[in-house]
């Protein structure tokens, strides 16, 4: 039996590496599904080359171009937000890998988990902004979420054949980004193509700015609350620049365990898709000889306080978190339009958690409105 | 329920550590015999300590002094090899910890296999000499073989849950021992004093020297393709000189996973005794803020020639690696009695293994003639 996937976000760098993991197997997958928000050239080249039932565009605007182009090919061509939610929850399909970017995966993801499809999560925002509610939600629809962040993959691959042992706390690795060395003072100036250059891994830019706030890691850090069932203080992060150990897992009996490899996302992205069985692959292999050492170091939160208000919005619970992610968006955005610099980002995001009413019970809409009220203060604040 | 438990070899490192195990446990544990070859002091200690139904002190002459120093107890003293092997193979016991040094523990195992009990695998010249055997024993007799070696302890974790996936290769780790950084030149000296000084851990002699000679390493190589089902060029070698990492494994699809830890014998010994359970400990943990680096090299096996000589006797095959253990435990003796010269010791093991007979399908007697054959030419050799 082939594993049935549909594929929500496929034109970004997480949907384009499922496409090849896809196609280079097959025997194994088919391909029900592909979504994209604007990229439509793309789009419609993955649509000819894997040949999915379905695709959708998901810019009304761009539906003419999307289905003119594939007007010789059987795949029925679908756009706006409704067809999103329906490709989502579609019954042909076994497991949706929601790689859209941002906020935006939180309404599909709920679609297919009402659906009982199993979902392969490359979209941190989606627990980050209502893991409480998400992961309640995967429990009654007896679905599975099997994590494609490496970090959380790695601390899943750990956790296999574990299920009945106490996990003490585990240890997210964090490459540092591209500024890991550098002082408050050499902050101030940093440009956003600097900011973009991430020594280890290739991503999407969004992620990329992320990554270089640490804000990434803080994210990931509220992730694996929810898919782990961890308190805040049993999630520690340390910086390790070769990005070789994806992450660790302590148990209780003071063993750890950690999964390891090349910084190559096709890895964690095909075992989530093949989980549990693992595929033969051709991607390259890691080699310790060629490795002079693994190094280590604690972050520092005085610098990158971004990972200090993730854990303040993990503690504080609510709508926190949702909170600090569409804050981040807006942010993140407005430093890659360069109309804030590099250091206010957290300041930025510290202003509107301060500012917002916090509800510590969110219901689905209260999230909604968080998320929106949230934007539109951080536009004020940023003044555009 | 308890598990009941018997420990052979109770007074060396692993045995006195496993009672250490056993005594922070007790609700979960019950010691039902331990067994000594000399060490009558500890082993009176250790009985009175831990009060287990019986004790056997292996040398006949010694056996009237513990039989009084415990006459007091309800515990039951029996002396000879056949009470040890009537001890391993007892009733009582669901599980046999196997941590005699050397040959020695290859027949207690056969016992204690033979009666379908649980063997925690510290003496792995028992795999080494007669792996074929006795894995096919543990199969006919449904007894699950858990190493307590620290190195195949980590990719037995590692395996935990993944018994449907393929291994490409496993990495054991190696320490160096206290001479990596030594040239050929420098090794020509060296005493037995700086031989058993071990970086990282604490150890029985025999072992500690097997350690600066890598031949444990070479043995461990011949234990794992025994324990894991794999041939020899699916196990590799790396040297890692703070002992965190214990060993690897890499999946078909090129994720690696690795067991990590202080190197701590008692968290191996641990979970071997409440496999597939974690339990509790207060054992020092790990820290990676701590650890400013974790390094690895390439094993110079052109001066720790011993670790070729293991893989060509695995190659081999036979009673081949039975011999390389008989010639290495009485050239290892002879250099702690200082009658041989470090870098003699692969120099005669070699020789051996050129002299002796090639039997490719030892029966257990064979074994025991290839193993006293072994020893009686190695005798000759060194001369004495």
Sequence with gaps: MKKRITVLGSTGSIGTQTLEVIGNHPGKFELIAITAGKNIDLLIEQAFKYSPLYVVIADETKYRDVYEALSSTPIEVMTGSKSLAEVAGQSDAD?????????AGLGPTV???RAGKDIALANKE???VAGEYITRLAGQNKSSIIPVDSE??????CLTGEADNQIEKIILTASGGP?????YEQLKNVTKEEALRHPNWCMGDKITIDSATMMNKGL???EARWLFNLSSDQIEVIIHPQSVIHSIVQFVDGSMKAQMGMPDMRIPIQYALSYPKRIISDFPRFSFADCPALTFQKPDTMIFRNLELAYDALKKGGNMPCILNAANEIVVEA?????????????IIESVMNKMKYIPHPSLEDYSESDHETRR???????N
């Design 95 to 103: 497991m949706v890998v929601t790689a859209m970017v941002g906020y």
């Design 111 to 113: 679609e297919a988990l």
């Design 126 to 128: 989606t627990l980050v």
């Design 152 to 157: 959380h993959s790695a601390i899943f691959q």
């Design 179 to 183: 500024f890991r060395e550098k002082t």
């Design 220 to 222: 990931e850090v509220i």
């Design 335 to 347: 430093f890659l339009n360069e109309t804030v610099g590099f250091l206010e980002i957290p300041e």
């Design 377 to 383: 203060i951080t536009h004020e604040l940023i003044g």
